[in-house]
């Protein structure tokens, strides 16, 4: 049987070759951000982390929906509860279409193996196209 500084060597080292991964990783998908930054605007673009899953990129980035895109995504979610399957799957569709990094088949590849990623994308998305209430303003 190990010893428990045995099982804990073995994890820390998984953890350190996993950590190295995930900074490579990390560094390609900054890189794409900062070119989804200069090419649709510094504050028109947003993303999503999700956990590392080797030969897979750790985040998704959007861009801000035109008129005719924010337009559908209103009219599809107008009068639905935000927990409603409609809703759900219109924020799908936003963060389908605002999809700018990674390309369709590695961002299907990424809702794959972490399937709650495409709502939180489409939200996303839905605030860049909206304003924000400051902080201030609450008090």
Request: aromatic content about 6%.
């Amino acid at each position: 049987m190990p010893t428990r500084e045995e099982i804990d060597a073995r994890r820390d080292a998984m953890r350190a070759r996993e950590d190295d991964a995930v900074k490579a990783q990390e560094l390609i998908d900054d890189e794409a951000l900062a070119d989804a930054e200069e090419t649709h605007g510094f504050s028109a673009v947003g993303a999503v982390k999700i956990p590392f899953t080797p030969g897979l990129p750790v985040t998704a980035i959007v861009r801000r929906p035109s008129k005719i895109e924010f337009k559908r995504w209103t009219d599809s979610i107008s009068k639905k509860d935000a927990a409603s399957p409609e809703y759900m799957r219109a924020a799908e569709q936003l963060a389908a279409v605002c999809l700018v990094y990674p390309p369709k088949e590695v961002y299907e590849q990424m809702c794959e193996k972490c399937p709650g990623l495409k709502v939180p994308l489409g939200l996303v998305a839905s605030k860049l196209a909206s304003g924000r209430e400051l902080e201030d303003a609450k008090k």
